[in-house]
């Protein structure tokens, strides 16, 4: 959500994110973000598929999908008069499900989020981590823990924040991560890990080379193109022609809001 929002104030739709009641936005400092607390009148806003229904009875609502309809939250159907987007081509066929007009690969909303300032690999770093990474995956971390024996720690508890988890990455021999749909597992492939992602079955594997229906897009030239999409932000031109006619878009014009959903995860 945040770098969408970068990418379109960057291209002259000016943007902001709308923070939780009562919390702030966090500093993306250099992202061109900021936040925004007011009426939202005539303005366009943009829900993750988190957040239930229309909660700022916006007139002008998108819905961009990052994930399953109604899996980590947020409703499994949406109305007719949302703009619906999906985030990954994957999931176009659940997505489907969940609205009565089918969408095409038309309606992805792909945006790179892999920092090149914080993410990149350095072969001299020598490696001395095994690490764990959990987010999304409790219950499958809960069924089949790793073995004391390993010396595996927890990456969350060795990170403290977004910038020094380049640093951690490149250190890190091995990952094992419970959380089989996350961009993190590029992050750490691109830091030169091993990735290892758990099916239900409770089996270690390469996420690169499987075929579970909860994985990323694997493109076979990810680590040549991440900064290169990370910067691109030519990804809002069909964003935008996707949109209604109607609604009367223009470069220079405040229409736009974003819902915050979460904070950044890893």
Same mark, same amino acid.
């Given at each position: 959500?945040?770098?969408l929002?970068?990418?379109?104030?960057q291209?002259?739709y000016?943007?902001?994110?709308?923070?939780?009641?009562?919390?702030?936005i966090?500093?993306?400092?250099?992202?061109?973000?900021?936040?925004?607390q $007011?009426?939202?009148?005539?303005?366009?806003?943009?829900?993750?598929?988190? @957040?239930? $229904?229309n909660?700022?009875?916006?007139a002008?609502? &998108?819905?961009?999908v990052?994930?399953?309809?109604g899996?980590?939250?947020?409703?499994?159907?949406?109305e007719?008069?949302?703009?619906?987007?999906?985030?990954?081509?994957n999931k176009?066929g659940?997505?489907?499900q969940? +609205?009565?007009?089918p969408?095409?690969q038309?309606? &992805?909303l792909w945006v790179?989020v892999v920092?090149?300032?914080?993410?990149?690999?350095?072969p001299?770093i020598e490696?001395?981590l095994?690490l764990? %990474?959990?987010?999304?995956?409790?219950?499958?971390? #809960?069924k089949?823990p790793l073995?004391p024996t390993l010396? @595996?720690k927890?990456?969350?508890? @060795?990170?403290?924040?977004l910038?020094s988890?380049?640093?951690?990455?490149?250190?890190?021999?091995t +990952?094992?991560?419970y959380?089989?749909?996350?961009?993190?597992?590029r992050?750490?492939? +691109?830091c030169?890990?091993? @990735?290892?992602?758990?099916? &239900?079955k $409770?089996?270690?594997?390469d996420?690169?080379?499987?075929d579970?229906a909860l994985?990323i897009?694997?493109?076979p030239?990810?680590?040549? +193109?991440y900064?290169? #999409?990370?910067?691109?932000?030519r &990804?809002v031109?069909?964003?935008?022609?996707e949109?209604?006619?109607?609604?009367?878009?223009?470069?220079?014009?405040w229409?736009?809001?974003f819902?915050k959903s979460?904070n950044?995860? %890893?």
């Amino acid at each position: 959500m945040y770098r969408l929002c970068h990418h379109l104030n960057q291209s002259g739709y000016p943007s902001a994110v709308i923070p939780f009641p009562g919390g702030n936005i966090d500093n993306f400092s250099p992202w061109n973000v900021f936040g925004y607390q $007011g009426k939202i009148d005539d303005a366009v806003v943009i829900y993750p598929e988190v @957040v239930s $229904g229309n909660p700022y009875k916006a007139a002008k609502v &998108v819905r961009w999908v990052l994930n399953d309809p109604g899996l980590l939250g947020g409703e499994t159907s949406y109305e007719a008069n949302e703009i619906v987007f999906a985030y990954d081509p994957n999931k176009i066929g659940i997505v489907n499900q969940a +609205i009565k007009t089918p969408i095409g690969q038309e309606r &992805v909303l792909w945006v790179g989020v892999v920092d090149p300032a914080i993410i990149y690999p350095d072969p001299k770093i020598e490696k001395v981590l095994n690490l764990s %990474f959990t987010n999304k995956g409790h219950v499958l971390s #809960q069924k089949f823990p790793l073995a004391p024996t390993l010396g @595996v720690k927890r990456l969350e508890d @060795v990170t403290p924040d977004l910038s020094s988890l380049g640093d951690v990455l490149r250190r890190t021999k091995t +990952i094992y991560s419970y959380d089989h749909y996350s961009n993190f597992l590029r992050e750490a492939t +691109i830091c030169g890990c091993e @990735v290892k992602t758990i099916n &239900v079955k $409770g089996e270690w594997h390469d996420p690169m080379k499987c075929d579970c229906a909860l994985n990323i897009l694997w493109s076979p030239d990810f680590r040549e +193109i991440y900064k290169t #999409q990370f910067f691109d932000s030519r &990804v809002v031109d069909n964003f935008i022609a996707e949109l209604p006619s109607k609604w009367n878009l223009r470069k220079g014009s405040w229409f736009w809001r974003f819902v915050k959903s979460s904070n950044h995860s %890893f």
